[in-house]
């Protein structure tokens, strides 16, 4: 990515506050996903914004194929862009595959986070015989079939489903922030979260999480998050969302920040 990372991912910090606060965004979408949760923060925090460097909002030049075959290489990312800033101690919000990439991130430097807030998280999406991920192999290998094929089709008929919640203003804006992307690193980094397995790694982790889980997510079945809070290493909550969907800051904003609120305040 270059000496000027902050530039490159569009890391912006929003609020007054003396601690710190990352929101980090998950697959197809941006920074802007948190715009309507950011202003219940700001006044508080903080805030850390940034952007993936497979998001649409990222100059698609400087994705490096062969440096992001792991979600490793977003973990240096996040903690480089930390380190830039002078963070020395922040909470963390992470969405969906950015959850992973705090928990990562916690193990490796556990003293620069307060706590971690997966929303959506997933160690493992693919089904093994004593776990349920909510997906079989077959059926993955269907999506990236589909995305190969016709890019537009699959976000019109992907983005309904993972939104859930009849709220047409989130799919609207999450068809956006999907056909912002380009098709190839779209698939790309789908195929790299999809064939990702970090239930190894859970115990690892040492920082208080909570886990905040909708009632229904076509992604991530409710059996994951109590499957995270049994083997997480260190004290864990599972709070869950009485709305559906994998996207809730998009969906159900209000609801979804008042939960974050009361993690925060634990």
Known sequence: MGHNLLQAL???VEGTGEKYLVLAHGFGTDQS????ILP????????????????????PD???????????AYVDDLLDILDALGVTRCAYVG?????????????????????????GASPRFLNDHDYHGGFEEGE???????????????VNGFAPLAVGADVPTAVCEFSRTLFNMRPDIS???????????????????????????????MSVPASVATYMKNHLGGKSTVLMLNTEGHLPHLSAPALLAQSLRRALAQ
């Not at 400087?62 to 490793?72: E, G, H, I, K």
């Not at 698939?187 to 909708?214: A, K, M």
Request: proline letters at 2%; a positive charge.
């Open 10 to 12: 569009n890391v912006r």
């Open 140 to 154: 993955i290998e269907t999506v990236f079939s589909a995305m190969e094929a016709n890019y537009t089709a699959w």
């Open 40 to 59: 219940y923060f700001t006044p508080y925090y903080r805030v850390i914004l940034y952007d993936l460097a497979c998001a649409g909002s990222v100059n």
């Open 95 to 119: 969405h969906s595959v950015s959850a992973m990439i705090g928990i990562l991130a916690s193990i490796r430097r556990r003293d620069l986070f307060s706590k971690l807030i997966l929303i």
């Open 187 to 217: 698939l790309f980094v789908c195929r790299t979260v999809f064939n990702s397995d970090f239930r190894g790694v859970l115990g690892l982790v040492e920082v208080p999480c909570y886990i905040i889980q909708t009632a229904k997510d």
């Open 62 to 72: 400087l994705f490096d194929f062969c440096r992001y075959t792991t979600l490793d």
């Open 33 to 36: 996903a948190w715009q309507r």
